[in-house]
């Protein structure tokens, strides 16, 4: 059996996409389900690039959380730390689109943000053999917003710290997911503050630390081992192991931005496994892991859907060799 190099915990969900583009959300006339959430994206881009992950989450004993169960199992990400919740639904998001292919989280349906499976995943029920042969625990920080999940995710920090594994977030703040917005500040910073990679977008770098300087957020954070700044169109910013860059966007027709940055992380992981870690002292190794994600994170825009836009390794190879200049 293959343990899986990375642990994902947090949300698995429905994107339900707006097939009108520029409309308000009582305006939009039909939607489209793909199936989604950062983590649940992370771990299957992944498993696509041939990277083994496996997901931590809760679905709801619905058919829309067996589906995603179904999806995952079939990409090949290990789904033994999903949990079935037994009367919160699978979550829904309603996500509307503009013409150049940004989105905005609008609406849950008929639940509230607290009532859906996600928010219940418990602590006792996380499979500990995942941390005992795992190498990376990935996080995002919608959790945080839900005391139960909150909890399951300060024991995963506690189990990685155990076993020694690696820890990265990605930031992916989302106001709407939050009851309470204001709690999220305070509460993402503690987080921060435990892990060795953090990915920001240039709006949640600002919203944070009121830089989007890669070297001074690391700086503040003073533990970690590497920050990343997307900012779409404008490429990526970086700072790990002491080297400092930027990488420059792709320049791709845009159809959906939706899991973007998840596929983003999938590549950095996947060539951090490929490379090692100790390698991005080396700053051409530094450059191209950021290239190489970036990469991915492009090839996600250029489909509908954040799981069935994600590339495979060799479409990232054919890509990236007509995309590079020739050395």
Not at 192 to 207: G, I, T
Request: with cysteine; glycine share 8%.
């Amino acid at each position: 059996m293959t343990h899986p190099y990375a642990i994902c915990l947090g949300e698995i969900l429905f994107d339900c996409l707006a097939d009108q583009l520029e409309k308000t959300l009582n305006q939009v006339e039909s939607w489209t389900t793909y199936p989604g959430g950062a983590p649940a994206n992370v771990a299957s881009g992944l498993v696509k690039l041939g990277t083994s992950a496996a997901l931590i989450s809760s679905v709801g004993e619905d058919k829309e959380g067996k589906k995603l169960v179904q999806l995952l199992r079939e990409i090949g990400v290990d789904t033994s730390g999903i949990q079935e919740h037994p009367y919160a639904p699978t979550r829904k998001v309603y996500v509307l689109r503009s013409i150049n292919g940004e989105r905005e989280f609008a609406d849950f349906g008929k639940q509230a943000t607290k009532e859906f499976a996600d928010t219940y995943l418990k602590a006792e029920l996380m499979p500990e053999s995942l941390f005992l042969n795992g190498e990376f625990l990935i996080l995002g920080t919608i959790g945080l917003a839900y005391p139960e999940t909150r909890q399951t995710i300060y024991q995963a920090l506690d189990l990685a710290d155990q076993y020694h594994l690696k820890i990265m977030v990605d930031v992916n703040w989302r106001p709407l997911f939050w009851p309470n917005p204001d709690d999220a500040k305070v509460l993402i910073h503690s987080l921060l503050k435990r892990v060795d990679f953090v990915k920001l977008s240039l709006e949640e770098a600002k919203w944070l630390f009121d830089s989007t300087d890669p070297s001074i957020i690391n700086y503040r954070l003073d533990s970690v081992e590497g920050i990343l700044v997307t900012a779409g169109n404008q490429g990526c910013t970086y700072y790990l192991s002491e080297n400092e860059g930027k990488v420059p966007a792709f320049s791709l027709d845009v159809i959906d931005t939706t899991g973007a940055g998840d596929g983003f992380v999938a590549g950095f992981i996947h060539q951090l496994r490929q490379y090692g870690i100790r390698r991005l002292q080396q700053p051409g190794v530094a450059k191209q892991i950021v290239t190489y994600a970036s990469a991915v994170g492009a090839l996600t825009t250029t489909k509908l859907g954040a799981i069935t836009a994600q590339p495979t390794a060799k479409e990232i190879e054919t890509f990236l060799d007509s995309h590079l200049p020739k050395n």
